[in-house]
């Protein structure tokens, strides 16, 4: 029988396995009701962008009063859930004694407080933005008008979806094949000492034949399996395999997405232009989505190696030097800023490759111009505009969890019934990441396509003609004001695609006299 601390470390095992159980046993027998709310949080992440193009002007304002009143609301009811499961407990004692009883109640104070805190966290952060929360409304306007008008949109987030469940199945075949791999090799059987061992009794599968005698025997070869180690080895090209290809997929999402959106910004002449943007995506581009894969790439193998090093070091007993940690930390660090800079540089850049048809490397040397030319808006969208939509992500997943507190808070045979709610938040919000981020990624290619086109077509452009103009610092044409006249002329798919002349009024006349 284990004693003292074995005993108590046996007991606590035990009991987790049947914690964890109880947690599985919960969403399965709710899964159901999981599969309904998480429906209800997609069709509050669509009408959500659809309020955006509706309500563009004060869709700011109306995010973050409808994110206080859900946290506020998810709060309280998290609150009253716990006093209701206070009381019940000092009513009747009996309640107080079972072990699911105090895990639910004290699962509901921690998560009482949490939300308590991120509500608080959430009204400061408001508070200091309130001056800001009015400036993207045109741009937020425009983006919801593309996504009405481009609900293809969709096909490049699924089929990437399909790719990467694709080929993560084949990559989880090949490494367990390589894991199980193994070559034979021969070794003599050792022979016998003397004739007497002839009488021990053998297995049958290496029993030798009745005519076979000690000289010969000693020739029998005996065949063994064992590891192969070259083929081992390359685990780890598989795994820089793993890595490159990932965000191969993603990029050819990204290049999709924001091929599309240009093609609809400059109106190319196509009826679908996802689908369009897809096919120049597969015949012309694939060694653009490569090389920008490649490039993330290689900024993200050091940190996943510095991440794994200082995650090995922290367990070991020899802490080390803090000045040592505090540099790997920073190092880590610095390499994630990079990596995601460089993906965000990589999303531009696959723009203006749409906008252009030009090779990667100036395509992101222009991204980069236009960023820098307008560093202040670009600053202004990827906080503010990114702190909006995470406050929509947060909205959705904070309804979906109060929805779920009122449907399970007193449902019958649930041992832990926070178990399916907190499931159904952490789902909710990913399901509102998945629609925000793709509007996310419309905004973003969109101020991109208004830096460019103002540089390439000037005042004559689209840009000029609505609200957008006011995020690069000028103001609209008057209902009046006729733009200058221009002609555009479609060049082939090695030229600009849609480059824009300006040409004098009066040449105009004299050309369509002629």
């Not at 090389?291 to 290689?298: P, Q, W």
Request: aromatic share 12%.
């Amino acid at each position: 029988m284990p004693k003292g601390n074995n005993a108590k470390e046996l007991y606590n095992l035990l009991n987790s396995w049947d914690i964890a159980q109880q947690f599985l046993a919960d969403i399965y027998s709710t899964w159901h009701i999981v599969a309904i709310i998480c429906g209800i949080s997609l069709l509050i992440s669509i009408a959500l962008v659809t309020l955006m193009h509706w309500m563009s002007r004060i869709i700011s304002w109306l995010i973050c009063v409808l994110v206080i009143v859900a946290s506020l609301a998810l709060t309280a009811a998290l609150w009253y859930a716990y006093y209701s499961i206070r009381n019940k407990s000092r009513v009747n004692a009996q309640f107080s004694m079972l072990e699911e009883f105090i895990r639910n109640e004290e699962a509901v104070y921690i998560l009482a407080i949490l939300a308590t805190i991120a509500l608080i966290v959430l009204v400061v952060i408001i508070y200091f933005l309130k001056n800001k929360l009015s400036g993207l409304s045109a741009l937020f306007e425009e983006a919801g008008v593309c996504m009405m008008n481009l609900p293809g949109l969709l096909i490049a987030p699924l089929l990437a979806f399909a790719a990467l469940a694709l080929f993560l199945a084949f990559w989880v075949v090949v490494v367990i094949c390589i894991a199980t791999a193994s070559a034979p090799g021969q070794s003599p059987i050792a022979p016998f000492d003397n004739t007497a061992a002839h009488q021990q009794p053998f297995p049958t599968d290496i029993t030798p034949p009745k005519n076979t005698t000690d000289a010969s025997f000693k020739t029998n070869l005996r065949v063994e399996y064992t590891d192969a180690k070259a083929i081992k080895s390359m685990f780890w090209i598989y795994v820089i395999g793993l890595i490159w290809t990932t965000e191969f997929i993603f990029a050819c999402q990204q290049f999709s997405l924001a091929a599309a959106v240009a093609f609809w910004y400059f109106q190319k002449p196509t009826s679908t232009p996802t689908t369009y943007a897809i096919g120049k995506l597969l015949k012309y581009h694939l060694g653009t989505v490569a090389k920008g894969s490649f490039v993330i790439t290689i900024f993200k193998i050091p940190r996943l190696i510095l991440t794994y090093l200082y995650a090995k070091f922290k367990k070991a007993e020899d802490k080390g030097s803090e000045c040592a940690s505090c540099c790997l930390k920073c190092c880590i660090c610095g390499f994630w800023l990079l990596e995601k800079f460089i993906r965000f540089l990589n999303h531009n850049a696959y723009t203006v490759v749409a906008i252009e048809s030009i090779n990667f490397c100036p395509a992101a040397g222009i991204a980069w111009n236009a960023m820098a030319t307008n560093a202040l808006q670009v600053a202004t969208i990827n906080s503010i505009g990114d702190f909006i939509l995470f406050l929509g992500k947060v909205l959705v997943a904070a309804l979906s969890g109060l929805i779920g507190i009122f449907v399970l808070k007193d449902r019958p045979g649930l041992n832990f019934y926070m178990a399916p709610v907190i499931f159904i938040i952490i789902f909710s919000f990913f399901i509102a990441h998945i629609i925000l981020t793709l509007f996310e990624m419309v905004v973003d290619t969109l101020f991109l396509c208004v830096c460019e086109d103002k540089t390439i077509n000037g005042r004559g452009g689209r840009w000029a003609q609505s609200n957008l103009a006011k995020l690069v610092g000028e103001e609209p044409l008057q209902p009046g004001e006729e733009p200058p006249i221009q002609v555009v002329e479609m060049m082939p798919i090695n030229k600009e695609p849609f480059s824009m002349t300006r040409m004098p009024r009066t040449d105009v006349v004299d050309g369509i006299m002629q």
